[in-house]
């Protein structure tokens, strides 16, 4: 499986889209393959502030439930109203409509932390 | 997975393997949790067919002059209702009447039944029926190796193995089976059973030929869409027709009567545990199994805690996302005085207390024919 370069990887299966000083979060392509079909996700609301690593939402299945792991500081300012709705979009573009929370960021250097594609790819195969 | 190489594997696990089947750990078994996803695998069940690998269920013989009043003194169930051919089901019970585990009786012939029995309960199953054999002429065996078995459920399963057999399947009634019928070129004991809410067979082979059946089976039931189906629809499928799953809603601290299972217990004879459960009757349940529907998000899981009013009135036994209802629901135990259909709970779901109702169960019945 390869991840889709320019974004940025954490060891708990999110991804990062830097745009500008805002990251937008989602889970991964192995994310959801290993959850199975989302049935429910918890997101957080706008106006929410976390330190990286802090437990900020969670994604369940039909017969698990997985928190999530915000992988930068920042402020909730845009949640992902469809998931409500429509939480299968997790499953099926993960990078795209699956898309969870948009945080502003603390602090932009933070993703100096996270893994690139091929860096997440080698630790995805890794795991398995 | 290093894991597989200690648990047991059913005559079908390679298959599931090159299926890409996800694997897991149940009862001691490696076995196929989903293959194409829990959610399309339960819907095919529910429209048209799906195939489970069930070869880890265990399989106890009892024979004997005296099995008929062996198995009266040990299970819950009148075997008197029993004739060749036909199944009951059944619990076996401590003396405090708590669940040993919860199983099918098969009348293969005079004094000659078979038990169909819980994969992880086998070896407990099994250890207590030959301690409470003393003085009864009967023998009993665990020819589990003996069998494989699948199971085709959904509205199309009797029509994918109508093209496997000349033998008349439609002659077979629930809860009713037929041994020794040729099927894709084996013979195979037949049984119109299931663990789905839907119609549907068990089908017992010998463990060699499994495969063989499995790909037979599905290359017939092509046309009508049949998945293959892991333990993860098998549990869904199961729970929406409250069908009860030990672990869950039945263990050693849970009676029948509280399970709402008095169908399968006969008061009438004596057997272990009757008298716990008499006494249970007269003095009122300690708790009931609701079935409830959340009306706030959330979803409910196994050993959640219900309130009422503030109060912790019981726990969750099964909950999930439901496929075929679209709903959260789930099955509790709750304290006898709100196990009453409309009565408002709260669930705690993670910290966070959420609303849920009690509705009837079954929660998901099939059309009649």
Redesign the interface.
């Known amino acids: 499986m390869t991840y889709p370069e320019g974004l940025f990887y954490s060891k708990d299966h999110e991804w990062v889209k830097l745009e500008g000083n805002r990251a937008r979060i989602g889970i991964t392509e192995y994310a959801q393959g290993a959850l ?2 989302v ?2 996700a ?1 997101v957080p609301s706008p106006g929410d502030e976390f330190a990286a690593g802090d437990n900020f939402g ?1 994604v ?4 698990s ?1 997985s928190d999530l792991y915000i992988p930068v500081s920042g402020k909730v300012v845009e949640v992902n109203g469809e998931l409500d709705g429509s939480p299968e979009l997790i499953n099926r573009d993960p990078y795209g409509k699956g898309w969870v929370a948009v945080v502003e960021m603390d602090d932009p250097g933070e993703t100096s932390g996270l893994m690139s594609a091929s860096d997440y790819e080698a630790f995805v195969g890794e795991s398995d | 997975m290093n894991k597989s190489e200690e648990l047991k594997k059913t005559p079908l696990f390679e298959l599931h393997n090159r299926l890409g089947a996800k694997m897991a750990e149940f009862g001691g078994w490696a076995m196929p949790m989903q293959y194409s996803g829990i959610i399309e695998e339960h819907n095919s069940v529910r429209s048209g067919a799906g195939i489970f690998d069930v070869s880890h269920m265990g399989e106890i013989r009892v024979r004997g002059k005296d099995s008929f009043g062996f198995l009266q003194h040990m299970t819950t169930n009148d075997i008197g209702k029993l004739q060749p051919g036909k199944i009951i089901y059944s619990l076996m019970l401590y003396a405090n009447g708590g669940a040993v585990d919860d199983f099918l009786v098969y009348m293969l012939g005079e004094n000659d039944y078979l038990m169909v029995v819980n994969a992880s309960n086998l070896d407990k199953d099994f250890s207590w029926i030959i301690e409470h054999t003393a003085g009864y002429d009967v023998k009993a065996e665990d020819i589990s190796d003996e069998y494989g078995e699948v199971a085709v459920q959904g509205p199309k399963a009797e029509d994918t193995l109508r093209k496997l057999t000349d033998y008349d399947l439609s002659g077979i009634a629930y809860y009713e089976f037929r041994q020794d019928v040729e099927m894709a070129g084996m013979h195979v004991l037949i049984s119109r059973t299931g663990y789905t809410g839907e119609d549907g067979f068990e089908v017992y082979m010998s463990p060699d030929r499994a495969e063989e059946l499995w790909n037979a089976i599905v290359k017939a039931g092509g046309e009508y869409g049949i998945k293959p189906c892991g333990l993860g629809a098998r549990d869904t499928l199961r729970f929406e027709a409250r069908m009860p799953l030990y672990g869950h809603e039945l263990d050693k601290d849970t009676t029948p009567l509280e399970a709402g299972l008095s169908f399968a217990v006969s008061l009438d004879k004596d057997f272990i545990g009757r008298d716990a459960l008499l006494k249970e009757k007269q003095e009122g349940l300690k708790k009931k199994l609701i079935g409830f529907e959340m009306t706030d998000k959330g979803i409910p899981r196994q050993d959640y805690e219900v309130y009422k009013d503030g109060s912790k009135i019981g726990y969750v036994t099964t909950g999930t996302h439901s496929p075929t209802l679209g709903k959260n629901i789930g099955l509790a135990y709750v304290a006898p005085e709100f196990a009453k259909t409309g009565v408002e709970l709260e669930i705690m779901i993670r910290g966070r207390l959420g609303r849920a109702v009690i509705v009837r169960t079954p929660f998901y019945k099939r059309a009649a024919k």
């Not at chain 1, 369940?60 to 017969?63: L, N, Q, Y």
């Open positions: 199975g079909d049935v429910y918890e969670s369940e299945s039909v017969k439930v």
